[in-house]
């Protein structure tokens, strides 16, 4: 669990903690148990900011996190919206990750925000965000302003991504809400690069004889 709320209490915070015990809940139901644990990036923001000005030197601390979000079966991310995309200090924690850290692993993708104007933050910035760095993000997100906490729409909108997540954790082919996914055991794991064909024609061949190609 990823959380870069900023202070405390936090909304962003708040927001995770309804996630966590949504997947808990939902990894339990399939007869599995859950260990959740959180990564607070504010408590490592100077530590990030020294990261990113030395040349990619971590400190013991923000190795022990780059090593725990490596290692997680699947990982719930929240993010406060500040000027309608994720927040700097999110964005710079996983800039921190090697590339491969998250190559196939099972994400959720959540943010907290005043308003809903930001409710498009999770398919044009987080989705992308996480495609790149190969991830597999599970279909719902969740997005919450502030008036949303407490309603049921938000919390059935959690209840249906944690179960979505569950079902990628623990492996069965079924979300139990409609939807389908393959068996945990031929997803790629930290894995890089992109698999080609020998036998895939130039790009090149392609383009010959047609307009402008000789």
Same mark, same amino acid.
């Given at each position: ?11 962003? $915070?708040?927001?995770? @903690?309804? +996630? ?9 139901? $399939? ?10 990036? =504010? ?33 719930? +991310?929240?993010?406060? +919206? ?11 924690f996983f800039d921190a990750l090697d590339k @491969?850290?998250?190559? !196939? ?11 809903a104007r930001h409710s498009l933050v999770l ?14 993000? +599970?279909?719902? !997100? ?5 008036? @949303? ?7 059935? =909108?959690?209840? $249906? ?11 069965? !082919? ?8 393959? @068996?945990?055991?031929? $997803?790629?794991? =930290?894995?890089?690069g992109t698999q080609v064909e020998a036998d ?7 383009? =010959? !004889? ?5």
């Amino acid at each position: 669990m990823v959380t870069a709320g900023l202070t405390v209490p936090s909304s962003t $915070r708040l927001l995770a @903690d309804q +996630v966590a015990e949504a997947t808990v809940a939902q990894v339990t139901a $399939r007869g599995e148990s859950a260990d959740v644990e959180f990564v607070e990036v =504010r408590e490592v923001a100077g530590e990030l900011a020294t990261f990113m000005v030395t040349g990619g030197i971590p400190t013991p601390r923000l190795t022990e996190l780059r090593e725990l979000v490596a290692a997680a079966d699947g990982l719930v +991310v929240v993010t406060p +919206v500040f000027n309608g995309s994720y927040s700097g200090l999110f964005k710079m924690f996983f800039d921190a990750l090697d590339k @491969d850290s998250l190559t !196939g692993t099972p994400v959720l993708i959540a943010a907290a925000a005043g308003s809903a104007r930001h409710s498009l933050v999770l398919d044009h910035a987080l989705r992308p965000l996480f495609a790149y760095l190969r991830a597999v993000v +599970v279909p719902t !997100g969740v997005f919450a302003a502030t008036e @949303d906490f407490g309603s049921h729409g938000l919390s059935d =909108r959690i209840t $249906r991504a944690a179960a979505e997540l569950a079902a990628l954790v623990v492996g069965r !082919g079924d979300y139990g809400v409609g939807g389908f996914t393959p @068996d945990l055991a031929a $997803r790629p794991r =930290r894995t890089s690069g992109t698999q080609v064909e020998a036998d895939v024609t130039p790009f090149g061949d392609l383009l =010959r !004889g047609h307009s402008g190609t000789d």
